[in-house]
């Protein structure tokens, strides 16, 4: 069974741990277990309360009268918040949906999503905060790794999905792009993301994939011109750190761009001519669309 500390609620839900004790000890909104050290404990129940508590909360109801809704009366006006297109209800459902194992409820709440605000929009302001979210309790040992990988898979569908049924031809000559993931590196959405993103603005590319060799790298390399290597790093399981990662590819591949992307690489500086860094995905796609910015 799930259960969550205080801060994993504050954490998912924005609600500030004090605050949270505030709301118990003085309008009884959630009574959490306690672990033999005192330390409050939630229930999944307890989380899917919190958060559309919080949502409401964010919407400008008082904590005073949503403490004296029903829970039938929070249920729906959640649900009616999702006519109005907030981004956290969206991101609070795709939580709820992951941990209940519900693709129904998952599938809804992402097609909802993606009829209002199109496909990247969805995917920036909804999709990445929810993985940063679930992944957050999946490192911290609150979900199942099945959990995250159920999230994960249905996402990474929907981006093949949408990748597929485009229409695409190239409309930049001589630029292409490789994607890739360096060995022990296995978060495939962003980089499935990015293809998707340079086929819709008619750039070429090639996706080595995850957990890719310099073996296999320089393989491909050595059989087609490429004038961008593109890199993500999510996590840090590599034997490499990151600053000896990029160095390495641009001085392999001197007249190839680098570009990496990735929370692992903020704050590095270097002095590499073909080295890009970018703080996230959409730091890329804004430097994509308006290359003299």
């Not at 801060?7 to 609600?15: A, T, V, Y």
């Not at 496909?119 to 490192?139: A, R, S």
């Not at 790794?145 to 001589?174: C, D, V, Y």
């Not at 399981?237 to 692992?264: M, W």
């Amino acid at each position: 069974m799930n259960t969550f500390s205080i801060r994993d609620i504050e954490n998912l839900s924005g609600i500030k741990a004090h605050t949270l004790r505030v709301w118990e000890q003085r309008y009884g909104i959630i009574k959490p277990s306690r672990k033999q050290s005192r330390h409050r404990l939630y229930g999944i129940d307890d989380l899917k309360r919190i958060l559309r508590i919080s949502h409401l909360y964010n919407q400008g109801f008082k904590i005073s009268r949503i403490a004296e809704m029903s829970d039938e009366d929070i249920c729906r006006l959640t649900a009616e918040a999702q006519s109005k297109g907030k981004f956290d209800i969206f991101i609070n459902q795709l939580i709820e949906a992951s941990i209940d194992f519900d693709e129904e409820l998952f599938r809804r709440a992402l097609d909802a999503v993606l009829f209002r605000q199109g496909f990247e929009h969805t995917i920036i302001q909804v999709v990445y905060p929810f993985l940063n979210k679930i992944g957050m309790l999946w490192l911290t040992g609150n979900i199942i790794p099945s959990q995250e990988h159920f999230a994960s898979n249905i996402i990474r569908n929907k981006i093949l999905f949408e990748t597929a049924g485009m229409e695409w031809k190239p409309q930049k000559a001589g630029v292409r792009y490789v994607l890739f993931c360096p060995p022990e590196e296995y978060h495939e959405i962003p980089l499935l993301f990015i293809q998707y993103c340079l086929k819709k603005r008619g750039i070429s590319c090639s996706l080595l994939g995850v957990n890719t060799t310099l073996s296999e790298l320089n393989d491909f390399l050595s059989t087609t011109s490429v004038t961008h290597l593109f890199v993500h790093l999510t996590t840090n399981f590599t034997d490499n750190e990151p600053a000896e990662l990029v160095e390495d590819l641009c001085k392999l591949y001197p007249d190839i761009q680098v570009l990496a992307s990735g929370r692992v690489f903020n704050g590095l500086t270097h002095e590499l001519e073909n080295l890009t860094l970018f703080m996230d995905i959409l730091d890329f796609l804004v430097s994509l669309d308006n290359p003299s910015a």
